[in-house]
């Protein structure tokens, strides 16, 4: 494995399986070719399945399993969760609302997305709201108050507050500063 994907992992390392490689693994067992035919897609469909499983690995998409989640349930609802804010990110979420749609109560889902994302809920949210306004003020001439409500703030005096806290300049001068280089 060191020799073809470059590095090996941890030996003690155990991982959540994502549903793409879970699918692939269930279609490795249950095939209903006959000998010859299965043999070969068996053959095919376990070097897929290696080949994604270090590509995912080394992308860092395959999620750890940590000492607080070892139930597969809970970690697919933390990363529903995680799902729900890369999809809504720019809707109004609260730690209930986000928990609710989840089916986790609230203190699994945060001692959970901690342990799994090594940052708070809102973190995640704050992150990828900067992330597309700083996407917005560079590419569309939108005013900044604008820019602001369409990323999920509620005014554009917590937007420019959230926006220096998380890139340390305001967004105005962001957009001068992009733009004048």
């Keep these: 494995?060191?020799?073809?994907?470059?590095?090996?992992?941890?030996?003690?390392?155990?991982?959540?399986?994502?549903?793409d490689l879970t699918a692939?693994?269930?279609?490795?067992?249950?095939?209903?070719l006959p000998a010859p035919s299965c043999d070969t897609l068996r053959l095919a469909k376990s070097i897929e399945l290696?080949?994604?499983?270090?590509?995912?690995?080394?992308?860092?998409?395959?999620?750890?399993?940590?000492?607080?989640?070892r139930n597969r349930a809970d970690a697919e609802?933390?990363?529903?969760?995680?799902?729900?804010?890369?999809?809504?990110?720019?809707?109004?979420?609260t730690l209930d609302s986000i928990a609710r749609a989840c089916g986790i109560n609230r203190a699994k889902l945060t001692r959970g997305f901690r342990d799994m994302f090594a940052c708070?809920?809102?973190?995640?949210?704050?992150?990828?709201?900067?992330?597309?306004?700083?996407?917005?003020?560079?590419?569309?001439?939108l005013p900044v108050a604008t820019i602001g409500y369409r990323c999920g703030y509620e005014n554009n005096a917590s937007f420019s507050r959230a926006f220096q806290r998380g890139t340390g300049v305001a967004p105005t001068?962001?957009?001068?500063?992009?733009l004048a280089a």
């Design 1 to 19: 494995c060191e020799r073809i994907f470059g590095y090996v992992p941890d030996d003690d390392c155990a991982f959540h399986l994502p549903p």
């Design 24 to 32: 692939t693994a269930l279609s490795i067992r249950d095939n209903g």
């Design 50 to 69: 290696l080949c994604e499983t270090w590509r995912s690995l080394a992308n860092g998409n395959l999620i750890p399993l940590s000492d607080g989640i």
């Design 77 to 93: 609802r933390i990363l529903a969760a995680r799902q729900l804010i890369d999809e809504h990110w720019h809707e109004k979420l």
């Design 120 to 141: 708070t809920i809102a973190d995640a949210i704050s992150v990828r709201r900067l992330h597309h306004a700083r996407s917005m003020l560079l590419s569309t001439d």
């Design 173 to 178: 001068l962001y957009r001068a500063q992009k």
